[in-house]
């Protein structure tokens, strides 16, 4: 008499190509439970072009913004995707968003618990922010909404906007020398308002 023995074995789990980009991206969602549709807002494109990357319907993107808006929320670098190509212009480093990047790491959030603190509205501009794209806010409130989340003072950040601000007007044309007293008077007057 024949007798076989049956070996149970597990279910093979589907190994992820470090080179397929559609199969990061999954993996990717999948480990940080990240709803597609959010992601999406995070980068900018619409639900149904994250399905199709994910499906492999179409050729995972080869545009740069995009690129680099999924390197910030996947936190790696853009140049690890075989489709990215380096953008002839220089990436932005403004001071005060490598600080308030700084605080958030020392917060230990990922830029996916960073980002789902904001509206939804609000995410696109900060990925843009983070990846060098567009620098600080000069719009007071939309600044220190950011330093809110990261549980900053006014005092935290109101160094890097005035710098900030002081080089917008210079780039604008006012000679910061000739009109030092009137540059003065004026961020007297906003730390007076701003009460910092």
């Avoid at 900018?44 to 072009?49: E, I, R």
């Amino acid at each position: 008499m024949v007798t076989t023995t049956l070996e149970l074995q597990e279910p093979k789990q589907p190994t992820v190509n470090a080179n397929n980009s559609s199969q990061r991206l999954v993996a990717f969602l999948e480990k940080t439970n990240l709803h597609k549709k959010d992601f999406a807002e995070m980068i900018g494109v619409t639900l149904s072009y994250v399905y199709s990357l994910i499906d492999e319907n179409i050729a995972f993107s080869t545009r740069t913004t995009t690129l680099e808006r999924i390197a910030v929320v996947m936190e790696t670098e853009p140049e690890t995707y075989p489709e990215y190509k380096r953008p002839e212009e220089p990436r932005l480093v403004d001071a005060g968003i490598e600080f308030l990047k700084s605080v958030q790491r020392q917060q230990g959030l990922s830029n996916v618990q960073f980002l789902k603190r904001f509206p939804r509205s609000q995410r696109l501009e900060i990925v843009d922010m983070w990846r060098g794209a567009l620098p600080m806010p000069l719009d007071w409130a939309k600044l220190f909404a950011i330093a809110n989340v990261l549980e900053l003072g006014k005092e935290d950040i109101y160094p890097y906007w005035q710098a900030r601000l002081q080089q917008h007007l210079t780039t604008g044309g006012i000679d910061a020398m000739s009109n030092i007293g009137l540059l003065n008077a004026m961020f007297q007057g906003i730390k007076a308002y701003l009460r910092v």
